[in-house]
């Protein structure tokens, strides 16, 4: 079974800044998906940024970026020029390529403040 | 932008009673799940479904829960008799055949007492 770790409950940045959020994971498969969603207070949780594990490149997205280490099974979420309403949980997310279900195994989750 | 519509925001319930849980998934969205998070742990996969019926369960998905579709908009989660340990925030999401991503709702918290 695959398994996710966030090993930082918490993180704070001060806004303008960059900040790196952590996640690993344990998997035997070659091919999967990773994600991560943010949920801030009270409101549904929402597609951050994905990345596929065939895919060498560091998914981006605005002032989102992934870095990939497949062979460390390291998945980390920076977000640079933070701003006050990226403040919210971060969840790391991996979902297996084969199977119709979208099963997604969540990792604890990052609880990241943002200081004016 | 389409949301996904969860009912209750919070519940507060005796221990033994039973409970509903509603969603309004996206309209055009043909697969739907049930995940819940126990406070400080991890967000778990509790059901699939998709064409009226359970495509996967996980352990968690006891005889003690159902889900169902009654009327064509609505997905419900049911909790029999609830325990203690049901307290948790119970998030549904809902995606389109084809689509790599799940879109979750704002989730129900639910405390048994």
């Known amino acids: 079974a695959q398994t996710v770790t966030q090993s930082q409950p918490e993180m704070s940045v001060q806004e303008a800044e960059t900040v790196t959020l952590s996640c690993t994971y344990d998997?035997?498969?070659?091919?999967?998906?990773l994600f991560w969603y943010k949920q801030p207070p009270s409101r549904q949780m929402i597609l951050v940024i994905r990345?596929?594990?065939?895919?060498?490149q560091n998914a981006t997205e605005n002032r989102f970026s992934v870095n990939f280490q497949k062979a460390a099974k390291s998945f980390s979420l920076k977000i640079s020029d933070s701003q006050l309403g990226d403040a919210a949980m971060y969840f790391c997310a991996y979902r297996s390529v084969g199977g119709s279900n979208y099963k997604l195994t969540f990792g604890k989750g990052t609880l990241l403040t943002v200081n004016p | 932008e389409p949301e996904v519509t969860q009912t209750p925001s919070h519940q507060v319930t005796q221990m033994g009673q039973e409970v509903i849980l509603r969603c309004v998934p996206i309209s055009n969205h043909l697969y739907f799940y049930w995940y819940r998070q126990i406070l400080g742990q991890k967000v778990e996969f509790l059901v699939s479904f998709y064409n009226n019926e359970i495509s996967e369960k996980s352990e968690i998905f006891d005889d003690q829960f159902s889900v169902e579709r009654p009327d064509g908009s609505n997905f419900t989660l049911k909790i029999r008799s609830t325990k203690l340990e049901d307290s948790a925030m119970y998030f549904c999401?809902?995606?389109?055949?084809?689509?790599?991503?799940?879109?979750f709702g704002a989730g129900s918290r639910l405390t048994v007492l």
């Open positions: 999401a809902s995606r389109n055949s084809g689509a790599n991503v799940l879109t």
């Open positions: 998997t035997s498969e070659s091919d999967y998906y």
């Open positions: 990345q596929e594990a065939y895919k060498q």
